[in-house]
């Protein structure tokens, strides 16, 4: 038995041997921080011994951030309010809760997964846009969003979320697999895939959740999407890229629901959104997760992976956790042929301007105010021959279009005949002595004409 005072000491005891356990836990801790993006990276770049490059400038990282979640250059006034201030954070916050960050993405969204169609005389894509655009401010989560865009059913003239497998009437698993699972599953069409695991069995077995579709043409324009019950033997059913089989006779739902709840598509996600703000993905292409290709710092990808799942699919969390790291703030400058150090985001990559880019930024430096038609013909001019294609690599350099911006300048009178407040406007910087020198003899429409067309401003660095 402990008398009175045994009591009290054996208590001071305990707490002495508490207090250390907790020190030595919280020193661990300590020693140990939990993952972040920079702690990862920074790592990695020194396993690699290599110096990641500097933060960039804050007249550089707002240009940056506006493009990437605004699609287009700040404005005069934005500038001024940012460079008093610069709080990188608060910025990124203030962007997040725009209406043209819900515009940017919805359109971005519409032409990862749906492409162009200019002659569109039903609407179906601007629907998406709208659809997608509601989303984005109710603040759904990602994994629901790609849930009803597979499994939706209704007339296209009213539920837009239909439009998006009606564009792909033909093997609609070859896009949903890249979209959503970044597997190409179409190179196991006619034959195994040559670099990978997947075998015409498995891209029959997938095809096969989508045999239930039927479409009826209600009138014209607008077709009636619904899910039949099929009969069919057991070796004909569908079947997972897991082996696993549907449970019930709604073969796309399950396919929906599987598909949204499995770790690769948490993997895409977040491989997508880093693509999107790196211009590079961790795994590159970013619709070629393969045996043959793997991520280059397979730590990170599922550090963001992890994220995702966590966050249930929050975008805007998402977005904060890249935006906010050290590799998206790094500078872009760097030696001639220095890959190695983009490969592993010790250095910005340059990303090119999407035209909508092109055009919005060019609308925002002149003063010009935006039209939606001269818009659809800039994009038809800019893509030409490619504007049918996949646009899930949206960031892949393709030549810009010179006679379309040219007209864009031409047609509006300079903002300012200012040389210095011009370079700010189109560059988002002041101009080098060198470059006041130059234009010394040129007019303010040659000078925004040169602007306009130089790399700066057609970059996104």
């Given amino acids: 038995m402990w008398s009175g005072k045994s009591s009290h000491c054996?208590?001071?005891?305990?707490?002495?041997?508490?207090?250390?356990?907790?020190?030595?836990?919280?020193?661990?801790?300590?020693?140990?921080?939990?993952?972040?993006?920079?702690?990862?990276?920074?790592?990695?770049?020194?396993?690699?011994?290599?110096?990641?490059?500097?933060?960039?400038?804050?007249?550089?990282?707002?240009?940056?951030?506006?493009?990437?979640?605004?699609?287009?250059?700040?404005?005069?006034?934005?500038?001024?309010?940012?460079?008093?201030?610069?709080?990188?954070?608060?910025?990124?916050?203030?962007?997040?809760?725009?209406?043209?960050?819900?515009?940017?993405?919805?359109?971005?969204?519409?032409?990862?997964?749906?492409?162009?169609?200019?002659?569109?005389?039903?609407?179906?894509r601007l629907m998406l846009v709208d659809w997608l655009a509601a989303q984005l401010?109710?603040?759904?989560?990602?994994?629901?969003?790609?849930?009803?865009?597979?499994?939706?059913?209704?007339?296209?003239?009213?539920?837009?979320?239909?439009?998006?497998?009606?564009?792909?009437?033909?093997?609609?698993?070859?896009?949903?697999?890249?979209?959503?699972?970044?597997?190409?599953?179409?190179?196991?069409?006619?034959?195994?895939?040559?670099?990978?695991?997947?075998?015409?069995?498995?891209?029959?077995?997938?095809?096969?959740?989508f045999d239930t579709i039927e479409r009826e043409e209600v009138s014209p324009g607008n077709v009636r999407v619904v899910d039949v019950v099929r009969n069919v033997e057991a070796e004909e059913r569908p079947r997972f890229l897991s082996g696993a089989v549907p449970r019930t006779s709604q073969w796309r739902s399950e396919f929906a629901l599987f598909v949204t709840r499995s770790r690769p598509f948490a993997r895409n996600?977040?491989?997508?959104?880093?693509?999107?703000?790196?211009?590079?993905?961790?795994?590159?292409?970013?619709?070629?997760?393969?045996?043959?290709?793997?991520?280059?710092?397979?730590?990170?990808?599922?550090?963001?992976?992890?994220?995702?799942?966590?966050?249930?699919?929050?975008?805007r969390h998402m977005i904060r956790l890249i935006c906010n790291s050290r590799a998206y703030q790094l500078d872009s400058r760097a030696e001639a042929g220095d890959s190695r150090r983009r490969t592993l985001f010790a250095v910005r990559p340059i990303k090119p301007l999407l035209p909508e880019q092109l055009y919005a930024s060019a609308c925002t430096a002149s003063g010009a105010a935006p039209n939606a038609e001269e818009r659809r013909n800039f994009v038809r001019a800019y893509y030409g021959d490619a504007l049918e294609g996949d646009f899930a690599s949206t960031w892949e350099y393709r030549e810009t279009l010179q006679g379309l911006m040219s007209r864009l300048v031409a047609n509006t009178r300079p903002a300012s005949r200012n040389v210095e407040e011009l370079f700010i406007r189109y560059l988002g910087r002041q101009p080098t002595a060198v470059e006041l020198e130059t234009c010394a003899g040129c007019s303010a429409s040659e000078v925004a004409y040169l602007l306009v067309h130089s790399s700066e401003f057609a970059f996104n660095h």
Wanted: hydrophobic share 40%.
């Fill in 10 to 124: 054996r208590r001071v005891l305990l707490a002495a041997v508490a207090g250390m356990l907790l020190a030595g836990v919280l020193r661990s801790a300590a020693a140990e921080p939990a993952p972040s993006i920079d702690s990862i990276l920074q790592r990695v770049w020194s396993a690699a011994g290599m110096e990641p490059a500097p933060p960039c400038a804050d007249e550089v990282f707002l240009r940056r951030a506006t493009l990437d979640l605004l699609g287009r250059i700040p404005t005069l006034e934005e500038r001024r309010e940012f460079l008093a201030s610069p709080d990188r954070q608060r910025l990124i916050e203030r962007l997040l809760d725009s209406e043209e960050f819900i515009s940017f993405w919805a359109e971005l969204w519409t032409t990862q997964l749906y492409g162009y169609d200019l002659e569109d005389t039903s609407g179906a």
């Fill in 269 to 315: 996600f977040a491989n997508q959104l880093w693509y999107h703000f790196l211009g590079r993905g961790i795994v590159h292409p970013v619709d070629d997760f393969s045996r043959e290709n793997p991520p280059v710092v397979p730590e990170l990808l599922e550090y963001l992976t992890d994220e995702a799942r966590h966050s249930g699919f929050d975008l």
């Fill in 137 to 209: 401010h109710s603040r759904r989560p990602y994994d629901e969003i790609v849930q009803e865009l597979v499994s939706a059913t209704g007339e296209s003239a009213f539920s837009a979320p239909v439009n998006f497998l009606l564009r792909y009437p033909e093997e609609p698993i070859v896009k949903v697999s890249r979209a959503f699972l970044g597997i190409r599953l179409d190179c196991a069409r006619c034959h195994d895939h040559p670099f990978d695991r997947w075998t015409q069995q498995d891209f029959a077995g997938m095809s096969r959740f």
